[in-house]
């Protein structure tokens, strides 16, 4: 079972709009929660990246929120741009552990 | 060069063919990754280098998976005798250090369809 469940799978909002990402997470013990923006054909790029006591942080329009203790974490797009248009991925690391667990990601489409 | 680099972006493979791809991580990175993702999906882990060091290829799917970085830079992954299934995007990521929160940046990827 994957330790990292995101949802939705895939939206589709207007230009303009704001739209919220959800991730879940199960993985122990806790390093860091990352999401990642992932443009057609391209690879991810990180965005943010969040420690256990960090609530929030944000990157321009993206602002990533994390609840330790529920292990949920949100990415929320203020202001959508066409160039939004991407899969986001979230991505939880266990403590001394390099590998990375990854969600399947949201995709996220812009339209005008 | 400013990130990491793969090659080739795109690669067609008859079945049973073998077949190299490269990486080049970011100058100075001392942990290589490469990943395997099908479409639709998150990358899964192939392997782990530290420097030259293999330390951990428990992601490889079958010992037709081979992997090397011998001077601790360019990276290669091997896939001999391609199967079907080998079809996906394989990406290479570089991080400066070895501790986890370490960012890997990651390159764009590889594209084999196998045919």
């Known amino acids: 079972k994957n330790q990292v469940e995101q949802s939705p799978q895939s939206l589709i909002i207007l230009e303009g709009k704001n739209c919220t990402l959800q991730?879940?997470?199960?993985?122990?013990?806790?390093?860091?929660l990352r999401w990642y923006k992932q443009d057609t054909g391209r690879g991810p790029v990180s965005l943010t990246i969040?420690?256990?006591?960090?609530n929030t942080k944000s990157n321009g329009r993206y602002t990533a929120t994390l609840d330790a203790d529920t292990k949920q974490s949100s990415l929320h797009i203020t202001a959508s741009q066409l160039s939004d248009s991407a899969s986001y991925i979230c991505?939880?690391?266990?403590?001394?552990?390099?590998?990375?667990?990854f969600g399947a990601g949201t995709t996220v489409t812009v339209r005008a | 060069g400013a990130g990491v680099s793969q090659s080739p972006r795109y690669k067609v493979a008859k079945r049973g063919q073998d077949v190299a791809l490269r990486c080049d991580p970011i100058?100075?990175?001392?942990?290589l990754f490469w990943y395997q993702q099908a479409l639709g999906q998150g990358p899964e882990f192939l392997t782990y280098?530290?420097?030259?060091?293999?330390?951990?290829k428990s992601g490889l799917p079958s010992d037709r998976f081979f992997a090397e970085r011998p001077e601790g830079s360019v990276s290669t992954l091997k896939i001999q005798r391609t199967q079907q299934e080998d079809s996906a995007v394989y990406l290479c990521?570089?991080?400066?250090?070895?501790?986890?929160?370490?960012?890997?940046?990651f390159g764009a990827g590889t594209r084999l369809s196998v045919l």
């Open positions: 991730c879940n997470y199960t993985v122990s013990p806790f390093s860091n």
């Open positions: 100058s100075g990175h001392v942990s």
């Open positions: 991505v939880v690391s266990a403590l001394n552990d390099y590998k990375l667990s």
């Open positions: 969040m420690t256990f006591s960090e």
């Open positions: 990521a570089s991080s400066l250090e070895v501790v986890a929160k370490n960012i890997q940046y």
């Open positions: 280098f530290q420097n030259e060091a293999q330390l951990d």
